[in-house]
């Protein structure tokens, strides 16, 4: 796996001044104007660029999703505005799919944050989940427009089948994903078809088609069409066979995330526990050991630091799914800090 390296995008910005500094005494100097580029591997907390070792395109990026606009991305223009937004979806509550983290701050620090004042210190002292789910929509930009202009919510992060992940908010935005753990939380939603019972598995069929080599994707359009960012894309799930399992005592069914997320996946995980350490790198289990498949009770999800499943919060929801492998992602990402932090004691 790559290296997760973490660096602050104002450190670089350090580094150009003491450039300029040195030009003053003799050295080369850094023209006025020119550009510091990014590597297209950072993600965005409070302002800073933090390097994850896998693909970001951010909401400021081509090809990007913004959730700071309040119109709706994929409506005609004309029909695109606020204002007509409401018109034909009168129960939105307001333009803003976002809002201001509450939680755990004291209120200087609020008082400083609601006019802009954030700074990673005190974005760190926020935020202590990392939730994931599933879209149910089988690819991110029809996540994107499900969220945005359906549904007035919003998500950090969206992760194509691809392994390309969208970035939509800075961090310290209170998304609108997961209910009571939103301003507490960092979200992401991945792409995947999710989990149904035996009797209901007609969208899992739609998107997905045996080979003798077990279960390809084959959604209903062209990947091209649908936003996929990698040409001739061909998708399979890690595990070739449907998986099944038990969640909030239903039994579904489910086809695995591809190897291309799951990669993707374990390097932000490693990453985001790293910049934002009091998301530790676990996820919810009982006293032997095992994954609680099902909505943890008030006092334990209130006490529960680190990366958490939809259905641990709220029972009527399912995602991630039976098919997600914890071990999977929480593993490999210790192993990544683990790796970083030797490397850095060296």
Same mark, same amino acid.
């Given at each position: 796996?790559?290296?997760?390296?973490?660096?602050?995008?104002?450190?670089?910005?350090?580094?150009?001044?003491?450039?300029?500094?040195?030009?003053?005494?003799?050295?080369?100097?850094?023209?006025?104007?020119?550009?510091?580029?990014?590597?297209?591997?950072?993600?965005?907390?409070?302002?800073?660029?933090?390097?994850?070792?896998?693909?970001?395109?951010?909401?400021?990026?081509?090809?990007?999703?913004?959730?700071?606009?309040v119109d709706r991305?994929?409506?005609?223009?004309?029909?695109?505005?606020?204002?007509?937004?409401?018109?034909?979806?009168?129960?939105?509550?307001?333009?803003?799919?976002?809002?201001?983290?509450?939680?755990?701050?004291?209120?200087?620090?609020?008082?400083?944050?609601?006019?802009?004042?954030?700074?990673?210190?005190t974005l760190q002292?926020?935020?202590?989940?990392?939730?994931?789910?599933?879209?149910?929509?089988?690819?991110?930009?029809?996540?994107?427009?499900?969220?945005?202009?359906?549904?007035?919510?919003?998500?950090?992060?969206?992760?194509?089948?691809?392994?390309?992940?969208?970035?939509?908010?800075?961090?310290?935005?209170?998304?609108?994903?997961?209910?009571?753990?939103?301003?507490?939380?960092?979200?992401?939603?991945?792409?995947?078809?999710?989990?149904?019972?035996?009797?209901?598995?007609?969208?899992?069929?739609?998107?997905?088609?045996?080979? +003798? =080599?077990?279960?390809?994707? $084959?959604?209903?359009?062209?990947?091209? !069409? *649908?936003?996929? @960012?990698?040409?001739?894309?061909?998708?399979?799930?890690?595990?070739?066979?449907?998986?099944?399992?038990?969640?909030?005592?239903?039994?579904?069914?489910?086809?695995?995330?591809?190897?291309?997320?799951?990669?993707?996946?374990?390097?932000?995980?490693?990453?985001?526990?790293?910049?934002?350490?009091?998301?530790?790198?676990?996820?919810?289990k009982d006293a032997?050991?095992?994954?609680?498949?099902?909505?943890?009770?008030?006092?334990?999800?209130?006490?529960?630091?680190?990366?958490?499943?939809?259905?641990?919060?709220?029972?009527?929801?399912?995602?991630?799914? +039976? =098919?997600?492998?914890?071990? $999977?992602?929480?593993?490999?990402?210790? !192993? *990544?800090?683990? @790796?970083?932090?030797?490397?850095?004691?060296?």
């Amino acid at each position: 796996m790559g290296r997760v390296i973490v660096v602050s995008y104002w450190s670089a910005l350090g580094l150009v001044a003491l450039t300029v500094a040195a030009w003053a005494v003799g050295a080369q100097a850094v023209e006025l104007g020119s550009e510091i580029e990014r590597t297209g591997d950072e993600i965005v907390a409070a302002g800073r660029f933090f390097h994850t070792g896998t693909p970001i395109v951010t909401w400021m990026d081509p090809g990007g999703y913004d959730a700071y606009r309040v119109d709706r991305h994929f409506a005609p223009l004309e029909k695109s505005s606020w204002a007509k937004t409401v018109e034909e979806n009168p129960q939105f509550p307001a333009p803003n799919r976002f809002g201001l983290r509450d939680q755990g701050l004291s209120p200087e620090d609020l008082a400083r944050v609601r006019n802009g004042g954030w700074d990673l210190p005190t974005l760190q002292k926020a935020v202590d989940q990392f939730v994931v789910h599933f879209d149910v929509c089988g690819c991110s930009q029809t996540c994107f427009r499900v969220l945005h202009d359906e549904r007035c919510l919003s998500v950090h992060f969206m992760l194509d089948v691809d392994g390309t992940i969208y970035q939509t908010l800075d961090l310290k935005e209170r998304a609108q994903h997961a209910t009571i753990s939103n301003s507490r939380s960092v979200g992401i939603e991945i792409a995947n078809m999710g989990g149904y019972p035996k009797s209901s598995l007609a969208p899992l069929e739609r998107w997905y088609a045996q080979t +003798p =080599a077990g279960a390809v994707l $084959r959604p209903p359009k062209p990947w091209s !069409e *649908l936003g996929v @960012r990698t040409a001739d894309f061909h998708g399979r799930p890690a595990r070739p066979e449907l998986v099944s399992g038990e969640i909030q005592e239903q039994d579904l069914n489910q086809y695995d995330f591809t190897p291309e997320q799951y990669e993707a996946l374990t390097k932000l995980t490693a990453t985001l526990c790293t910049v934002l350490p009091r998301i530790k790198c676990t996820y919810p289990k009982d006293a032997s050991g095992k994954l609680i498949p099902r909505k943890l009770d008030d006092k334990a999800w209130k006490k529960f630091q680190g990366v958490i499943g939809h259905y641990h919060i709220q029972s009527n929801k399912t995602d991630p799914g +039976p =098919a997600f492998n914890w071990e $999977r992602v929480i593993g490999g990402a210790q !192993e *990544l800090m683990k @790796r970083s932090s030797n490397r850095q004691s060296e």
